[in-house]
């Protein structure tokens, strides 16, 4: 099943060990997890893609860039990514995490896929991670309209809850050892959200309660 991953990714890792260990969640041990290389996968797959962006549209703002990365590295993309490469069906859980329902699981896999780049980078170093990024993205990097506007999870959610005539979205955020947890309230549903950083954590909450509100209306 590994041999599939590197497959996909078009990456063979030297020390295979790091592949099987972006595999493994913290509900399964809570010593020898994932949690380190999701931190570090996160920076750098925020990295490769803003230099691929800053070097691709050298005519667009800063504001613009901002904006397109956060589409490419959305909650919602990334946990899409790591079914598309069958991270899913391999991440080790405990007995009780594996039974919740895989909508609830979304954040594991968007975790998983992070620290699959922090293993890849760890492994192989920037170019490898570089090429790997630019082959698992090839499809939503060729298929970037600079027409489009980009708002942000945080924008788009604000003006969803000003068009139901409702209060801005109330994030609570609390610090943790490694980042920070982000929680928010909509329709007697709690949405929380884990990131190294307060905007990171906030974001994704955003993108959750977005995906909530166009679930309901499939």
């Known amino acids: 099943m590994l041999e599939s991953i590197q497959t996909k990714i078009g990456y063979s890792f030297l020390n295979k060990e790091l592949l099987e260990l972006s595999l493994v969640h913290k509900s399964f041990s809570n010593t020898l997890n994932n949690e380190r290389l999701e931190f570090l ?9 803003s230099q691929y962006l800053f070097l691709k549209y050298p005519e667009i703002n800063e504001g613009l860039l901002s904006r397109i990365r956060s589409q490419l590295v959305r909650s919602e993309t990334l946990s899409t990514k790591a079914k598309s490469l069958k991270l899913h069906k391999m991440v080790k859980l405990s007995k009780g995490t594996a039974n919740i329902d ?3 699981k979304k954040s594991i896999y968007e975790g998983c896929f992070e620290a699959l780049i922090g293993a890849v980078y760890l492994d192989g170093g920037w170019d490898q ?5 630019a082959n698992i993205f090839s499809d939503d990097l060729e298929n970037i309209s600079t027409d489009q506007s980009f708002k942000d999870p945080k924008t788009q959610l604000q003006e969803s809850f000003q068009s139901f005539g409702m209060s801005p979205p109330e994030y609570n955020l609390s610090e943790k050892s490694n980042g920070y947890e982000c929680t928010l309230d909509y329709k007697n549903n709690k949405f929380k959200s884990f990131s190294s950083s307060k905007q990171g954590a906030e974001t994704k909450v955003a993108e959750q ?3 909530s509100m166009s679930n309901a209306h499939d």
Do not use: E, F, N, P
């Not at 996968?41 to 893609?49: F, R, W």
């Not at 991670?129 to 990024?133: E, F, G, N, Q, T």
């Open 41 to 49: 996968g996160d920076s750098i797959l925020s990295s490769v893609i």
């Open 102 to 104: 895989s909508s609830h």
């Open 129 to 133: 991670v570089a090429l790997v990024v």
């Open 209 to 211: 309660v977005l995906d």
